[in-house]
């Protein structure tokens, strides 16, 4: 069946070859427009089949009218950790008054998590995903990190795996208290059997690569676990130069990563290192929000040539948040991109840094991954910063 979509007053497709879209600002965008969605046979997912001018809209089995409002691609949130149980609020609020992060209350969501049953947690995460949903985002990726041994790692990504594709394993988040001191055997532990086990149920290996956090893992802890992914068949992502100037950038880069995330501390070296390579550099604003923490620089890893994406990294410690539409004011206010930029980050650049084509943007062949935003211009999305304006768009 052929769904048309009309009524769209500014048809947001982030499709740079679109012709006769406005590409002044990247976005190929299509005033007064429509859309036709459908499956091409009966197993395959709902696609986009048409774009163009309202006036030339072919006929369809259904059709409904959007009243003037825009249309985007579903956001694509590249970073979250939404398998978890427990509170930390208390630490966001010790943070406000002054507290500085440092990556140790992530133990507390380890022993959390472990009392909770399956069933729990899957509640949990359906809540978590369908929060995500009523807010535009249509794809997320999703890290283990909260078991840290070998059962409840794999149980983390299974759990995962029923409402994503796109798992990372990320069995070196910290180093737990039972291996203090035998910090090397338990990067063997993660590079080898843990890993084994992992990897049918994850896409993505990443590593907290953070010399900075006595809980987190220097350089070469890093290269052993990502080069142990890469043999599994894992694609690598790293989180870096989050608390400090690190080794995490120029690792990811030199392997290959897909993206290197946070960003937070950058040297003239790796912003060059960055934009002479595919990796991508994925900001994550609520982080800098909710630990009162510098911002990364956005404007400058642009204007450098660095593909840059934002995503919520929503987690109980440092961003609780799953606001695409927050995270993109964050980006316009405090990390210098043009609204443009900051969209363009939370769908097409977002879908690059999982290597995937076939989200983040509007494009014929797509899937019909859409939000709608109930105002005429996508614009509106930072500008009226804390109100619920986006949501997917059913179809």
């Known amino acids: 069946m052929a769904i048309l979509i009309t009524g769209i007053s500014e048809l947001i497709t982030c499709d740079h070859t679109l012709d006769g879209a406005d590409q002044n600002d990247g976005l190929g965008i299509v005033r007064d427009a429509a859309v036709v969605v459908g499956s091409t046979h009966e197993d395959a997912p709902t696609s986009v089949l048409w774009i163009g001018a309202a006036s030339d809209a072919p006929e369809a089995d259904w059709s409904f009218d959007l009243g003037g409002q825009a249309v985007l691609p579903g956001f694509v949130d590249s970073h979250s950790h939404l398998v978890y149980a427990g509170d930390r609020s208390a630490e966001f609020a010790a943070r406000m008054m002054g507290q500085r992060y440092d990556g140790g209350g992530i133990l507390t969501t380890v022993e959390a998590t472990g009392f909770a049953t399956d069933g729990e947690l899957r509640a949990l995460l359906t809540a978590r995903i369908d929060e995500m949903h ?91 676990i990502l080069t142990a992914g890469a043999d599994a068949g894992l694609g690598l992502r790293v989180h870096g130069n989050q608390l400090g100037p690190g080794p995490g950038v120029q690792l990811a880069v030199e392997l290959g990563a897909a993206s290197v995330d946070h960003c937070t501390f950058l040297s003239d070296t790796d912003i060059d290192a960055l934009a002479g390579s595919p990796t991508v550099a994925t900001l994550l604003p609520g982080v800098e929000f909710s630990t009162r923490s510098p911002y990364p620089d956005a404007r400058r ?95």
């Open 134 to 224: 009523s807010q535009g985002t249509t794809t997320v990726e999703i890290k283990s990190g909260y078991g840290l041994d070998l059962e409840e790692e794999v149980r983390h990504l299974r759990l995962a795996r029923e409402v994503t594709e796109e798992t990372t394993f990320l069995g070196a988040h910290v180093v737990p208290p039972d291996y203090r001191d035998d910090r090397a055997g338990y990067v063997d532990l993660v590079a080898g059997p843990m890993m084994d086990a992992a990897a049918p149920y994850a896409r993505w290996v990443d590593v907290f690569c953070e010399p900075h956090s006595p809980h987190a893992f220097d350089g070469e802890e890093a290269r052993l």
């Open 301 to 395: 890893l642009i204007d450098a040539g660095v593909s840059v994406a934002i995503a919520t990294d929503c987690n109980p410690g440092t961003c609780n948040s799953s606001s695409m539409p927050l995270m993109i004011a964050l980006a316009v206010r405090e990390m210098g991109m043009t609204p443009a930029e900051a969209v363009r980050a939370a769908t097409v650049v977002a879908a690059r840094s999982l290597q995937r084509t076939d989200i983040g943007v509007v494009q014929v062949g797509a899937r019909a991954d859409l939000a709608v935003v109930s105002a005429p211009s996508y614009l509106h999305i930072p500008y009226r910063v804390g109100v619920p304006i986006v949501k997917t768009l059913q179809v």
